[in-house]
T-cell receptor
Framework: NAGVTQTPKFRVLKTGQSMTLLCAQD?????MYWYRQDPGMGLRLIHY???????AKGEVPDGYNVSRLKKQNFLLGLESAAPSQTSVYFC???????????FGPGTRLTVT | GNSVTQMEGPVTLSEEAFLTINCTYT??????LFWYVQYPGEGLQLLLK?????DKGSNKGFEATYRKETTSFHLEKGSVQVSDSAVYFC???????????FGAGTTVTVRA
């Protein structure tokens, strides 16, 4: 089992550019999550999904969109990147709500 | 709402020293409690968990006991190694609730 994988590992964008981060899990988990981690801010939930075809907003959803077309994949999109979106992004999954979450290795994004 | 408070770091120890990281929580229901560890440059890994009062979670020499009377879940290790240097996060989740509430994280550095 690969667990939770994320693509890419690193990315540098210019302000206004767009990109998509891909998360994949092979554990057949229903729930998937996107977090961002910033110094002094801890982990903050951006969006989450409770199953294929569903998405919902977390604590800090502005400037991001997500899609869950397949159960194993959860995509995070930035339509017009801003320097404030410079962060480390983590994807996670869990079998159901309230159970432990399994995290991917992260994507380090820098927006200049 | 649910929240987690953990002791602030950074914590610096010598090898073979005793480690304790305090974690207290506020919850409306009967949450599950977790400790996650993040090694430098990596994602969060589940270290241990406890799902009900008086449960003890343990892994890799670390232990934590779910204390409902004191709303605490303190992490302990009797003899730390340099390889235990990492950031440790306490977290809680209610069954049926998508949200995983994290503490701010405690940075632990173990010197040889």
């Amino acid at each position: 089992n690969a667990g939770v994988t994320q693509t890419p590992k690193f990315r540098v964008l210019k302000t206004g550019q767009s990109m998509t981060l891909l998360c994949a899990q092979d554990m057949n988990h229903e729930y998937m999550y996107w977090y961002r981690q910033d110094p002094g801010m801890g982990l903050r939930l951006i969006h989450y999904s409770v199953g294929e075809g569903t998405t919902a907003k977390g604590e800090v959803p502005d400037g991001y969109n997500v899609s869950r077309l397949k159960k194993q994949n959860f995509l995070l999109g930035l339509e017009s990147a801003a320097p404030s979106q410079t962060s480390v992004y983590f994807c996670a999954s869990s079998i159901l709500a309230g159970y432990e979450q399994y995290f991917g290795p992260g994507t380090r994004l820098t927006v200049t | 709402g649910n929240s987690v408070t953990q002791m602030e770091g950074p914590v610096t120890l010598s090898e073979e020293a005793f480690l304790t990281i305090n974690c207290t929580y506020t919850a409306t229901g009967y949450p599950s409690l977790f400790w996650y560890v993040q090694y430098p440059g990596e994602g969060l890994q589940l270290l241990l968990k406890a799902t009900k009062a008086d449960d003890k979670g343990s892994n890799k020499g670390f232990e934590a006991t779910y204390r409902k009377e004191t709303t605490s879940f303190h992490l302990e290790k009797g003899s730390v190694q340099v390889s235990d240097s990492a950031v440790y996060f306490c977290a809680l989740s209610d069954l049926g609730d998508y949200k995983l509430s994290f503490g701010a994280g405690t940075t632990v550095t173990v010197r040889a």
